[in-house]
């Protein structure tokens, strides 16, 4: 990073605030190579393009405010423009920070992808655009980004997608006031990244297409998702690893698999997720409406999750825990270890099941849940008829009308069943 750095200096004379920004230029000025098969082929390309700036500023429009800080220029901002009713080909890209100004990133045209999968053969970066390092940066502006997905999906099993968006430890971040259609992989991931604010996002992929996951986060704390509507193939959120404080509020789902925590503690890992909640979703004809997923075998905790507020429509597995989630074939071995799930709460969840079973905890034998927790809860059948719960080695208390009536198997819940029931016995 540091020789890149050296090289633009002493090429183009820049400021040093507008280092990190030519990266972004880079990025957008792909389409212009055919041959550019990576980031750094491309700066040399640069070097010998002695009017490489004016070629920038026909393109992208560039405002920089700098508010004189004290001392040094460390709170410039600066803001890149990509107007409305501007197409870009961007080929795969990485954005490294660190920077020394505040980025505004502002898309109000389009970017899109190259179709062809073989585009990456070689390229440097495992990302369709990679943001890696940078803080303080915004991206909004109205406008699209399309990663051209359907030859990935196509040949899904052959080659390793990529995500279309990638955040990868972007602290104080923002980013809203987007479209991101067909993503080849997950559409916006976030992994690393403490203090992140999405809102009105609009993300969307056919129901079919394979793990196109509209928001992923991992690892991450402190994230808000807020006021977006996701309709893809794969989960609408989905959190993994080591994720804390994390709000969704106000998100309409489907199709697509629902909003959901995992899977976690595959091949033995540690992920601790907790402290999540989600108030305000709309799910339809998704396949999962509020899922917890772990694999056996792993280690750490979910813990104070509290789903509040949401409404379903022929929703296929509405209130899932599976801390027996295995995707391969044959069945995966029982383990002796697994991630303890501990106070989810589920409040005023109300909807249409397009399953019978419209609860289902299924709970380890090694670490049951507990502290589960279900308050005024109607999900009727889609199709007429009953809807049941099922348990296993689920603990926990209701409140408020449940339907399907829970099924908790410990003796806690026997302890509540008997006293809530004693009026009744009173009364006859
Ligand atoms: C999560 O955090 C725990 C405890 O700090 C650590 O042992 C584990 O490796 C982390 N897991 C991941 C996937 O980063
Ligand atoms: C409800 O969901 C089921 C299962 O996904 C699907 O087969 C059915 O067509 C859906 N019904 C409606 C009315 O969308
Ligand atoms: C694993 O445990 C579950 C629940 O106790 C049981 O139903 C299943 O048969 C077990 N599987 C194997 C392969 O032992
Ligand atoms: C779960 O909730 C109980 C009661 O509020 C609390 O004592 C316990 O510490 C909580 N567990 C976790 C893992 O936060």
Redesign the pocket.
Known sequence: MSKTHQFLQKSVNFPLSFICICFIYCGFLFSNFANARGFDSLLKQFSQLGAFRSILESRIVLNVKDYGAKGMALKTILRIIIPEGSHYLVRPISLAGPCTSKITLVISGSIVAPHNPDVWHGADTHKWLYFHGVDHLTVEGGGTIDGTGKEWWESSCKIKPKNAITFHRCNNLVVKNLKIVNGQQMHIAFTTCDGVAVSRLGVFAPGGSPNTDGIHIS?STNVEVKDSTIRTGDDCISIV??SSKVKVRNIACGPGHGISIGSLGKSG????VYDVSVRGAFLSNTENGLRIKTWQGGS?FVSNVKFEDVLMENVSNPIIIDQYYCDSSKACPNKTCAINVENISYVNIKGTSASQEAINFACSDVAPCEGLYLEDVQLVSATGGITTSFCWEARGSTSGTVYPPSCYSSCSSFIKQITSSIPRLQAI
């Not at 890992?269 to 601790?272: G, V």
């Open positions: 690892a690893s080591n890992s540690c992920d601790q750490g």
